[in-house]
């Protein structure tokens, strides 16, 4: 799954995980108990880190950032269940039910060793796997913070962990921006500031952005069905149930584009969302509309659907003149890669297609499904575009108060964190009425987003 910004808000559910568990594999009991500290929540938290991690992995963080990770996972998914348990050379596996819809996987990594504390942990949410794997980062406050970021983004580059672009700004003006690695491996080609990366599914932002414009202009409400703006859609039983709220929250019931079914057919018949439409309305929901939560790519597919029907002009085009032109994105858009395109990043991958993790570098197909990226995900950026974007939609550019607090859930000079990622893709911007960190990376998803959040915390630690 590729993670919008905007947390999804349920009433949190209570539940019972038992406390007596065997052991049946080294480090499970405290696999199972970090699921019970999290449920617990505070000081807790912490205090099961501090006695159940390796002194490695407490380094990686420090108390602020941990307590920030937690903040962050328990907005968004509430208290967690266990459902099953694997365990495999070394790695625990905690498959977990979220208290606010869907489920999650834990890996926790244990030391071989007794006492078999835990090394490292994995959070993986429909694919998409955040890790607690970077050195601490200390920057002044006050100070421009080029040197010290360099020489901590360059250990990352030159071990091959990272690949890409990064900038740092305050109040809207860049600070610290460099690139690193190649855009073409194949070719020796290497990153600049100014290159283009698929930012994956931070395309939502701007589908959501497209939406909130037609209901501020009052050519939608939210509460609309999506029979209202599509009557010829082809299951209209499920179009007469699904609103346009339920289609923006994940909570439609409609599944995703990445299926077996969907990844055996010629990406060259799907060009617009209406393709989409006809190939994925007759699969059956997979709850009812507001029952649950599943990311759902498809769903933001159809909200690119509603979106050509009521501006009356093509996708592609809407976003293009109405949030990247408007917001001065000069270098974005939505590009066929089967012409030749300058400035543009190819996406470089260890992921083999069984799920397995490879040791080489290979490039990743570009139409995974379309030529030409679709509203849920596959627009290109650049770390200047970003910034704009996020400047502008805080600034009120792009929406009025209204709908950008909308936008926000609350306050637009509150924190907030945009993210897409893909095998050879992961973008992220992290910001706040102040800082705002941008980093772009086509390679393989964990490292670069935890890298952005990890320098903007570095940079608002005790503001």
């Known amino acids: 799954m590729l993670l919008c910004m905007h947390a999804i808000r349920f009433a949190l559910l209570a539940l019972f995980v038992a406390t007596a568990v065997f052991a049946a594999a080294p480090g499970e009991d405290r696999a199972l108990a970090w699921v019970r500290a999290f449920n617990e929540g505070g000081e807790a938290f912490e205090t099961f880190a501090a006695a159940n991690y390796t002194p490695e992995a407490l380094a990686r963080r420090t108390k602020e950032e941990r307590r920030s990770l937690y903040e962050r996972l328990s907005s968004a998914h509430g208290k967690l269940e266990v459902l099953g348990v694997t365990a495999d050379h070394g790695t625990l596996g905690l498959k977990v039910k979220a208290a606010k819809g869907g489920t999650l996987s834990l890996r926790f990594e244990i030391e071989p060793k007794p006492p078999h504390r835990i090394a ?70 290497p990153n600049k500031t100014s290159t283009r990366f698929n930012v994956g599914s931070i395309t939502k932002d701007f589908t959501r952005t497209a939406i909130a414009q037609l209901a501020q202009a009052g050519k939608l409400k ?159 950026s650049n770390v200047r575009d970003l910034l704009a974007f996020d400047r502008a939609i805080r600034g009120g550019r792009l929406l009025d108060e209204t709908w950008t607090r909308w936008y926000f859930g609350g306050d637009p000079k509150g924190p907030a964190v945009y993210a897409g990622g893909s095998p050879g893709v992961n973008a992220v911007v992290a910001s706040d009425a102040t800082w705002t960190v941008v980093v772009l990376a086509n390679i393989d998803p964990g490292l670069p987003e935890e890298l952005g959040e990890h320098i903007f915390n570095a940079l608002t630690r005790g503001r």
Do not use: C
Request: proline letters at 5%; hydrophobic letters at 35%; glycine letters at 10%.
């Open 222 to 380: 939210l509460t609309d069905t999506i029979a209202t703006h599509l009557p010829n859609y082809p299951n209209q039983e499920v179009a007469k149930k699904i609103t346009i709220e339920q289609l923006l929250q994940h909570r439609s019931g409609l599944g995703d584009v990445f299926t077996p079914r969907f990844s055996g057919v010629a990406k060259s018949g799907f060009q617009r969302p209406k393709d989409f439409i006809d190939f994925f309305a007759s699969d059956p929901l997979h709850f009812e509309p507001g029952q649950g939560q599943r990311y759902s790519n498809y769903g933001y597919t159809v909200l690119g659907a509603i979106i050509e029907a009521i501006a009356k002009q093509d996708y592609f085009d809407y976003v293009q003149k109405n949030v990247f032109d408007t917001a001065a994105m000069s270098g974005s858009g939505f590009f066929d890669l089967e012409l030749p395109i300058a400035d543009i990043a190819m996406g470089h991958t260890k992921r083999l297609g069984n799920g397995q993790e490879g040791t080489e570098w290979r490039e990743t197909m570009a139409r995974r499904y379309s030529t030409r990226g679709i509203p849920a995900g596959g627009s290109y």
């Open 120 to 189: 490292n942990l994995g959070i993986e949410m429909g694919g998409r796997e955040t890790r607690t794997n970077l050195p601490p980062l200390v920057l002044e406050e006050g100070s421009n913070p080029s040197t010290t970021l360099d020489a901590y983004v360059r250990q990352l580059a030159e071990a091959d962990r990272f690949a890409g672009t990064i900038l740092v700004a305050r109040n809207g003006e860049p600070l610290f921006e460099r690139a690193y690695g190649m855009a073409s491996r194949r070719y020796g080609v």
